[in-house]
Antibody, heavy 119, light 112 residues
Framework: EVQLVESGGGLVQPGRSLKLSCVASGFTFNNYWMTWIRQAPGKGLEWVASITNTGGSTYYPDSVKGRFTISRDNAKSTLYLQMNSLRSEDTATYYC????????????WGQGTLVTVSS | DVVMTQTPVSLPVSLGGQASISCRSSQSLVHSNGNTYLHWYLQKPGQSPQLLIYRVSNRFSGVPDRFSGSGSGTDFTLKISRVEPEDLGDYYCLQSTHFPNTFGAGTKLELK
């Protein structure tokens, strides 16, 4: 069974940093792209970052480019999201997803971890 | 960026009835490889989203055949027949043909 378990969320002040983790199990981690998606309270879904299976390429929307960094440790089956220079608009639940890019992207989701950016 | 316009915002339905959700993109979703990367997700209250339909019309594993997707180019539709209580929630379309990947704003399927 595919399982994705996020951690690392919490309350952080504007301008500070936070690092999210996602531990994967139930599949061969290094065979898949992985993606972070977020959802602000009461709002819709927003794609945040994707990384190829080897970690050789990463992709971001302009809203987080230069502030967020997605990375992975295939030996530990773990995905990361380093978030710097956080803003109030980054407040959201962050979901880790398994990304079958050429067929069914975001086919599996974790339960999410809430990040609140506030002073 | 590709803008995904989803309608309606809210869709009241009766149990056992049919629902139809539209998703239109601001540019063609046909990839250079010939595939169209338009997908549908359902987020039930208090849960993470789940994939229903991928690449326009393919049901994901375990999704009942009451759900069907169709469309091409820039115009896509999700149909739900014989609506059941577990179908209620927020539906989102997603395009992954172009970066940045973009979602529609969502359609809330609720009881009439």
């Amino acid at each position: 069974e595919v399982q994705l378990v996020e951690s690392g969320g919490g309350l952080v002040q504007p301008g500070r940093s936070l690092k999210l983790s996602c531990v994967a199990s139930g599949f061969t981690f290094n065979n898949y792209w992985m993606t972070w998606i977020r959802q602000a309270p009461g709002k819709g879904l927003e794609w945040v970052a994707s990384i190829t299976n080897t970690g050789g390429s990463t992709y971001y929307p302009d809203s987080v480019k230069g502030r967020f960094t997605i990375s992975r440790d295939n030996a530990k089956s773990t995905l990361y999201l380093q978030m710097n220079s956080l803003r109030s608009e980054d407040t959201a639940t962050y979901y880790c997803t398994r990304d079958q890019r050429t067929t069914a992207p975001f086919a599996y989701w974790g339960q999410g971890t809430l990040v609140t950016v506030s002073s | 960026d590709v803008v995904m316009t989803q309608t309606p915002v809210s869709l009241p339905v009766s149990l056992g009835g049919q629902a139809s959700i539209s998703c239109r993109s601001s540019q063609s979703l046909v990839h250079s490889n010939g595939n169209t990367y338009l997908h549908w997700y359902l987020q039930k209250p208090g849960q993470s989203p789940q994939l229903l339909i991928y690449r326009v019309s393919n049901r994901f594993s375990g999704v009942p055949d009451r759900f069907s997707g169709s469309g091409s180019g820039t115009d896509f539709t999700l149909k739900i027949s014989r609506v059941e209580p577990e179908d209620l929630g927020d539906y989102y379309c997603l395009q992954s043909t172009h970066f940045p990947n973009t979602f529609g704003a969502g359609t809330k399927l609720e009881l009439k």
